[in-house]
């Protein structure tokens, strides 16, 4: 079944640029003023974000099983600064204890790959490191414009709470987010690996 995706994706990247350049605007905002550390983008298409870490002095990771989104990001500017590695999302690993941050940003799974996902990403934490995920909120399909029309692999604050409670918490929330078509909804969690306990 993931292998299919890819092909998908990898057929998607290939006919055009899915992103922008640029990195979402909420991360880039939540990111700004981190200290430059070791970062990982999960699910990263094109790498959009762990360029524009790398940019800023970041040792940042980008991880896709779509090798023709990577290649797009690859070319880019910074594009050398940036590991580049096709994976599956969900099998990729790395040591615990370090990463400074993990973005997991509209990677979209059913919940129980979801938490299992985040749960480790937290593992990967140095203590004080910070985990972001953004995506597509279960209300989006109601009340939203865009993104994938099935709830079970959309994101929400009580879907994410598990992985909430291991962290400790800056924001966990339903954003709105004003796109071309009108507004979407997102969920955001923002936390950091506890230092102690």
């Not at 524009?52 to 779509?66: E, N, Y």
């Not at 990001?73 to 993990?102: K, M, N, Q």
Request: net charge negative; hydrophobic share 45%.
């Amino acid at each position: 079944m993931r292998g299919v995706q890819a092909q998908d994706w990898d057929a998607r990247y290939a006919e055009k640029a899915q992103w922008s350049a640029e990195p979402n605007a909420l991360v880039a905002q939540l990111c700004a003023d981190l200290k430059p550390g070791t970062a990982v983008d999960l699910a990263a298409g094109e790498g959009r974000h762990a360029l524009w870490l790398a940019g800023r002095g970041w040792r940042a990771t980008a991880v896709d099983f779509s090798a023709v989104g990577l290649d797009r990001g690859r070319t880019a500017g910074h594009g050398d600064d940036v590991t580049w590695v096709v994976a599956d999302a969900t099998t990729w690993t790395t040591a615990e204890g370090s990463l400074d941050l993990v973005l997991v940003v509209y990677l979209h799974l059913p919940e129980p790959e979801t938490v299992a996902l985040l749960t480790r990403a937290v593992a990967w934490l140095r203590p004080g490191g910070r985990l972001l995920v953004l995506g597509h909120d279960v209300d989006n399909v109601a009340h939203g414009v865009g993104g994938p029309q099935d709830t079970a692999i959309l994101h929400s604050v009580e879907r994410l709470a598990p992985v909430a409670a291991l962290l400790d918490v800056d924001r966990l929330e339903q954003l709105p987010r004003e796109t071309p078509a009108g507004t979407a909804l997102d969920t955001l969690l923002w936390g950091t690996r506890p230092v102690s306990g």
